[in-house]
């Protein structure tokens, strides 16, 4: 989707996806890989320190994000916190000196400290100059969702005045293919859509993996809000299957009734699906939509288009939804049409779930919103 906001909105609107196809060994697998451009910016920041190149990419992406988000912002470092966290952290990095301990080799004493969950949050507070509390967490695929339920809490307790909070995820690696694969989710088309998400009819699971990374700042100060956030939702439902929620997910219905009582709403304009493209994973989260909503309201997804980031796809739903509050417009799924004819969007929920039903739902409201 790129990292400059310009082009990441023009991608929004062009209808095609983001994938290419991806080759481990005699397996070939869609995928969507960081543009050229974002790629540079990786490279060029590895060659910035001799540390910076000994980290994983899934931090990499999150000191760049990150570096975008406070460019523009003024920040008292001892007051201003950071919760990133990822679902399966540094993932290419510890395959990399896992192999390399398999085959006998000396391992680097950097392998521990560089392969910990805590690199992403600890890199990024010592890159731009943060002294508060940094956190790192995985609560799988709901985690950048997480970050912002924390950063709530911290806010609203004066602890703070500043919140940094997102998701980053480098997961395209041949061993994270092949469990996806295990699980029976994977797509097996290399068409241009392989990612059927939110398609309800479709015969086989179509996750797709992508990486990136998506961070915001959050804070109690309407200066520079981009959004309000006027409704926070979280739950978690018993487990009966390890990857699965029940049929009418029950932890979304729970989630999204909490956002909705807290902004004191009972619709919003549009709902960004957490819809990963799995066959009982996206019509689940719908029936949840059915029995929540009296009217159903506008339904899309992001995951058809850069595919499922793992723990920043929380976050990157988030910036789908605050682009679509910024153009006032709706930026429909290609699987999922809707016959009413979309209005001015100033209000959007955006739903995240994980393995565990750990399920949390945000509603953001345009600035200057009266009601």
Same mark, same amino acid.
């Given at each position: 989707?790129?990292?400059?906001?310009?082009?990441?909105?023009?991608?929004?609107?062009?209808?095609?996806?983001?994938?290419?196809?991806?080759?481990?060994?005699?397996?070939?697998?869609?995928?969507?890989?960081?543009?050229?451009?974002?790629?540079?910016?990786?490279?060029?920041?590895?060659?910035?320190?001799?540390? !910076?190149?000994?980290?994983?990419?899934?931090?990499?992406?999150?000191?760049?994000?990150?570096?975008?988000?406070?460019?523009?912002?003024?920040?008292?470092?001892?007051?201003?916190?950071?919760?990133?966290?990822?679902?399966?952290?540094?993932?290419?990095?510890?395959?990399? !000196?896992?192999?390399?301990?398999?085959?006998?080799?000396?391992?680097?004493?950097?392998?521990?400290?560089?392969? =910990?969950?805590?690199?992403?949050?600890?890199?990024?507070?010592?890159?731009?100059?943060?002294?508060?509390?940094?956190?790192?967490?995985?609560?799988?695929?709901?985690?950048?969702?997480?970050?912002?339920?924390?950063?709530?809490?911290?806010?609203?307790?004066?602890?703070?005045?500043?919140?940094?909070?997102?998701?980053?995820?480098?997961?395209?690696?041949?061993?994270?293919?092949?469990?996806?694969?295990?699980?029976?989710?994977?797509?097996?088309?290399?068409?241009?859509?392989?990612?059927?998400?939110?398609?309800?009819?479709?015969?086989?699971?179509?996750?797709?993996?992508?990486?990136?990374?998506?961070?915001?700042?959050?804070?109690?100060?309407?200066?520079?809000?981009?959004?309000?956030?006027?409704?926070?939702? !979280?739950?978690?439902?018993?487990?009966?299957?390890?990857?699965?929620?029940?049929?009418?997910?029950?932890?979304?219905?729970?989630?999204?009734?909490?956002?909705?009582?807290?902004?004191?709403?009972?619709?919003?304009?549009?709902?960004?699906?957490?819809?990963?493209?799995?066959?009982?994973?996206?019509?689940?989260?719908?029936?949840?939509?059915?029995?929540?909503?009296?009217?159903?309201?506008?339904? =899309? $997804?992001?995951?058809?288009?850069?595919?499922?980031?793992?723990?920043?796809?929380?976050?990157?739903?988030?910036?789908?939804?605050?682009?679509?509050?910024?153009?006032?417009?709706?930026?429909?799924?290609?699987? !999922?049409?809707?016959?009413?004819?979309?209005?001015?969007?100033?209000?959007?929920?955006?739903?995240?779930?994980?393995?565990?039903?750990?399920?949390?739902?945000?509603?953001?409201?345009?600035?200057?919103? $009266?009601?």
């Amino acid at each position: 989707m790129g990292h400059e906001p310009e082009v990441i909105l023009d991608n929004y609107k062009n209808g095609s996806a983001c994938f290419s196809e991806l080759s481990f060994g005699n397996t070939s697998v869609a995928g969507a890989r960081l543009p050229e451009s974002s790629a540079v910016e990786l490279r060029k920041l590895s060659q910035e320190h001799s540390k !910076y190149n000994d980290l994983d990419a899934s931090v990499q992406m999150a000191m760049l994000a990150a570096r975008q988000v406070m460019s523009s912002l003024e920040f008292t470092p001892k007051s201003t916190g950071i919760n990133i966290g990822s679902s399966r952290g540094a993932t290419a990095l510890f395959e990399k !000196y896992h192999k390399e301990f398999l085959e006998g080799k000396a391992l680097s004493p950097l392998t521990s400290p560089t392969t =910990t969950l805590g690199n992403i949050s600890s890199w990024v507070a010592q890159d731009i100059g943060v002294e508060g509390p940094n956190i790192s967490h995985s609560i799988t695929c709901s985690t950048a969702l997480h970050a912002m339920l924390n950063a709530k809490a911290w806010l609203e307790a004066g602890m703070c005045d500043l919140f940094l909070v997102g998701g980053s995820e480098a997961p395209l690696t041949a061993f994270t293919v092949a469990q996806m694969q295990a699980l029976k989710l994977y797509s097996k088309e290399t068409t241009p859509f392989p990612c059927e998400s939110l398609k309800l009819d479709k015969d086989f699971n179509s996750l797709v993996l992508g990486e990136g990374a998506a961070i915001v700042a959050m804070s109690t100060s309407p200066k520079n809000a981009l959004a309000k956030i006027s409704g926070f939702g !979280y739950a978690t439902e018993p487990i009966t299957h390890n990857i699965s929620i029940s049929s009418d997910a029950q932890c979304f219905q729970k989630s999204m009734t909490m956002a909705l009582s807290e902004a004191q709403l009972s619709t919003v304009d549009a709902v960004v699906l957490h819809a990963p493209g799995t066959k009982k994973g996206d019509q689940a989260e719908v029936n949840a939509i059915l029995k929540t909503f009296e009217t159903p309201p506008l339904l =899309t $997804t992001n995951k058809w288009k850069l595919g499922h980031t793992f723990g920043a796809s929380g976050m990157l739903n988030i910036e789908m939804a605050l682009l679509m509050l910024k153009t006032g417009e709706f930026f429909e799924n290609p699987f !999922y049409k809707h016959n009413q004819s979309p209005q001015p969007i100033t209000s959007v929920l955006v739903n995240a779930v994980g393995f565990g039903g750990n399920a949390v739902s945000i509603l953001l409201e345009k600035n200057n919103v $009266t009601r």
